[in-house]
């Protein structure tokens, strides 16, 4: 016999499975709800892509205009497009949020700035003001026996003119037992003039961020290299962040950590930890910095996906093992 939290948290997982395949059956067909091993890349509407482990959903790729029914509409923060989210946990439960009461412009993973500088103007697309990102073109939907990779090509458009060329390559491998890494390309390339980024003064907040699920603070550990931290950090170089808290009971515990790889500019770049959810990479952070039409800027980023709190060592493990690869 179980004991009674080992008993309730099986039977959640279970719940969890059965409702998966439901959607899964009604939403995008009877064959996506067979169970079985296969990595697969599948159209959930017009709007969004889901990538599968087998009969398990990783993530959510939202390529359409997503918007937020609880956000007035006269709040320019209800809509939104071109980013990630739901992303999984092992057992299904989902990680990240998205149109947040406290905070309606996060969305899940995203990559946005306070500050884009275009000529003499200056627009905010971590609010979403003046400039929006939307999609231009599918460029590889690649399926693998243990990856698949998603490839999109979006734009930063000012009204009707695009400034800047988005590349996003999302590559979900194979999960082990208890973790799963998911890697996350960015390719920028300014159209025809200069475009200048900067991040949040005293802050440094302004490019990759994700969001997670809102807790209890006292339910959340936030770890970095130098180990456990209950506070708050800004504008503070890490090569990067662990977010792990605890869900519907005290031994169901998940997260994930951002990777910063040391191949990425000015590495490594500052951040701010928030333990009520965001966690953001500042880059270029508070020091303007201008992309140039012709180059393309590379951000390389992994989310490693696990299952309870990581002890340091494993951290620090996981991390060698993407930091030692090329990109």
Same mark, same amino acid.
């Given at each position: 016999?179980?004991?009674?939290?080992?008993?309730?948290?099986?039977?959640?997982?279970?719940?969890?499975?059965?409702?998966?395949?439901?959607?899964?059956?009604?939403?995008?067909?009877?064959?996506? &709800?067979?169970?079985?091993?296969?990595?697969?890349?599948?159209?959930?509407?017009?709007?969004?892509?889901?990538?599968?482990?087998?009969?398990?959903?990783?993530?959510?790729?939202?390529?359409?205009?997503?918007?937020?029914?609880?956000?007035?509409?006269?709040?320019?923060?209800?809509?939104?497009?071109?980013?990630?989210?739901?992303?999984?946990?092992?057992?299904?439960?989902?990680?990240?949020?998205?149109?947040?009461?406290?905070?309606?412009?996060?969305?899940?993973?995203?990559?946005?700035?306070?500050?884009?500088?275009?000529?003499?103007?200056?627009?905010?697309?971590?609010?979403?003001?003046?400039?929006?990102?939307?999609?231009?073109?599918?460029?590889?939907?690649?399926?693998?026996?243990? &990856?698949?990779?998603? &490839?999109?090509?979006?734009?930063?458009?000012?009204?009707?003119?695009?400034?800047?060329?988005?590349?996003?390559?999302?590559?979900?491998?194979?999960?082990?037992?208890?973790?799963? &890494?998911?890697?996350?390309?960015?390719?920028?390339?300014?159209?025809?003039?200069?475009?200048?980024?900067?991040?949040?003064?005293?802050?440094?907040?302004?490019?990759?961020?994700?969001?997670?699920?809102?807790?209890?603070?006292?339910?959340?550990?936030?770890?970095?290299?130098?180990?456990?931290?209950?506070?708050?950090?800004?504008?503070?170089?890490?090569?990067?962040?662990?977010?792990?808290?605890?869900?519907?009971?005290?031994?169901?515990?998940?997260?994930?950590?951002?990777?910063?790889?040391?191949?990425?500019?000015?590495?490594?770049?500052?951040?701010?930890?928030?333990?009520?959810?965001?966690?953001?990479?500042?880059?270029?952070?508070?020091?303007?910095?201008?992309?140039?039409?012709?180059?393309?800027?590379?951000?390389?980023?992994?989310?490693?996906?696990?299952?309870?709190?990581?002890?340091?060592?494993?951290?620090?493990?996981?991390?060698?093992?993407?930091?030692?690869?090329?990109?």
């Amino acid at each position: 016999m179980l004991p009674p939290f080992q008993l309730v948290h099986s039977i959640g997982v279970c719940l969890r499975t059965i409702c998966w395949t439901a959607f899964l059956w009604f939403v995008v067909g009877p064959s996506a &709800a067979v169970l079985g091993q296969d990595m697969a890349i599948r159209d959930l509407s017009d709007k969004s892509v889901g990538i599968f482990d087998g009969e398990r959903p990783v993530l959510v790729y939202n390529h359409g205009v997503m918007v937020g029914e609880h956000v007035p509409k006269q709040d320019h923060r209800w809509k939104r497009a071109c980013y990630i989210h739901p992303v999984y946990d092992l057992s299904g439960d989902v990680l990240t949020e998205d149109f947040p009461k406290d905070h309606y412009h996060h969305h899940g993973v995203f990559w946005t700035w306070p500050y884009v500088k275009v000529e003499d103007k200056t627009f905010d697309t971590w609010q979403g003001t003046g400039m929006d990102q939307r999609f231009v073109r599918w460029i590889d939907r690649k399926v693998g026996v243990d &990856a698949v990779t998603l &490839a999109v090509e979006n734009g930063w458009f000012i009204g009707e003119k695009k400034v800047m060329i988005e590349q996003v390559e999302i590559t979900v491998n194979r999960a082990g037992a208890d973790s799963q &890494a998911v890697d996350v390309r960015l390719l920028l390339t300014p159209t025809e003039q200069p475009v200048t980024l900067q991040g949040r003064g005293g802050k440094s907040y302004g490019g990759l961020t994700m969001r997670f699920r809102s807790k209890a603070k006292e339910d959340v550990t936030i770890t970095v290299p130098t180990g456990r931290t209950r506070e708050d950090l800004k504008m503070t170089p890490l090569q990067w962040v662990d977010y792990t808290s605890k869900h519907s009971d005290a031994d169901d515990m998940s997260g994930a950590t951002v990777m910063i790889h040391p191949q990425h500019p000015d590495y490594p770049p500052m951040w701010l930890t928030r333990h009520y959810g965001p966690q953001c990479v500042g880059w270029p952070g508070v020091e303007a910095q201008t992309l140039v039409p012709g180059e393309t800027t590379q951000l390389d980023y992994r989310i490693w996906i696990h299952r309870g709190l990581p002890e340091l060592e494993q951290l620090k493990k996981a991390y060698e093992d993407y930091s030692s690869n090329a990109n």
